[in-house]
Every structure is written in C-alpha cells, then in structure tokens.
C-alpha cells in the first residue's frame, strides 16, 4: 500500500541532545514537507522540499535541519538550538501542488 | 490577525444534526483544503476546491471566491464524525497556511 511513514511515534529527548525524525513515503510524490502543530494553533511549515537535494526554509526553520538525499526520504533533525521543541510533527508529501498526503505524525517531548 | 480563521473553534453536536463549519481566509489562494484529524494525530484530506462545491457522502464543502469564505457541512452527524477539522488555504507557490481547527464533538 502506498502511504507516508513516520517513526518514530512518541519519541523523548534530554534538555541538549539532537534527535531527527524519519519521514518515508511511497508515493512517488516529488514535494515533501515538515509541519509542526501546537495545542490551539494551525500547523506551522518548518521546512520543504521540491525536489531531491533541494530543500526551503519555511516559516519556522530555526533550530531544524533537513536533507533530501532521496525522493523517499525526508528527515527532520530537531537541534539544541530549537529552543522550545515538544510539538507534533507532522510530514507530507505531495505532487506538485497537488493534494498533500500527511503521514501519522510524531509527537517529540523534551524532558 | 490569521491569515485563516475558522468559526466556531468548538462544536457539540447531537447525532444526527446538520453541522456547518465556516473558514475564512484573507489573502489571494489557489484552491483551498480542508482536512480531518483524529485523536490519534493522523490527517486526511477531505477536500480539495477552488471554486463551487465538493460532495463526498455525508461531507459538502463549499467556496466562495469573492467573498473569500469556506464551509464544511456535515449531514446526518454521527460519533465518529468526531475529529478536529481544519481549513488550509494554498497560497500560490504551492505554500499551505492552515487555521487553528475546529474541534468537533457528535454526541450519541
């Protein structure tokens, strides 16, 4: 079946340590895309990609970083410098501007 | 001010009544979305529009263009209609911009 993976689901992370989130999809889809959802807020898009080996900034990116070494794969890198990181994550993928196709979400704590 | 607004931003709801969940949005779009999120964090895309009206079973979405407003309508609620629902506007270069969510509640 075709779909979006992310893993892992819950994750938890110590004050200062880096952690990077998986993101997986089948589908083909040339875009691919990380939100980040707060409590009471819409999801907010931290960092994109178009293409392999391309990727943007999007409206939240400081203390993230991404790669797109493969049309598949689209890991997010949380880093220490991301100073309130507990969220839910959120990965997508698309074909063009087509609909997006969102994957189950990882919900990342720090202690 | 957002540049998505969604009303009411929480709706209980008898099963069985008709649901309407607005969103309006204040800059120039290419199609508009709406989408489901169940409690455990999954989104799936309802609707994609830009212009008319969509009907996919009990779900209608509508889209008034000029007057840069979007529903959702619910016939015949049921609990597992349950969800947070939300409205995002695809900006042009492809860039989504998502409401707060409505949080919806059928009571049985």
């Known amino acids: 079946d075709g779909g979006i993976t992310q893993s892992p689901k819950y994750l938890f992370r110590k004050e200062g340590q880096n952690v990077t989130l998986s993101c997986e999809q089948n589908?083909?889809?040339?875009?691919m895309y990380w939100y980040r959802q707060d409590p009471g807020q819409g999801l907010r898009l931290i960092y994109y990609?178009?293409?392999?080996?391309?990727?943007q900034k999007g409206d939240i990116a400081e203390g993230y970083s991404v790669s797109r070494e493969k049309k598949e794969s689209f890991p997010l890198t949380v880093t220490s410098a991301q100073k309130n990181p507990t969220a839910f994550y959120l990965c997508a993928s698309s074909r063009g501007s087509d609909t997006q196709y969102f994957g189950p979400g990882t919900r990342l704590t720090v202690l | 001010k957002n540049e998505v607004e969604q009303s009411p931003q929480n709706l209980t709801a008898q099963e069985g009544e008709f649901i309407t969940i607005n969103c309006s949005y204040s800059v120039g779009i290419s199609a508009l979305h709406w989408l489901q999120q169940h409690p455990g964090g999954g989104i799936v895309s309802l609707f994609m529009l830009s212009s008319g009206k969509k009907k996919h079973g009990r779900l209608i979405a509508t889209i008034n263009i000029q007057e840069k407003h979007s529903s959702l309508h619910i016939t015949a609620s049921h609990p597992r209609d349950s969800a947070v629902y939300i409205c995002a506007v695809m900006e042009y270069g492809n860039k989504l911009v998502f409401g707060a969510g409505t949080i919806l509640r059928v009571k049985s």
């Open positions: 990609s178009q293409i392999v080996n391309d990727f």
């Open positions: 589908l083909n889809h040339d875009a």
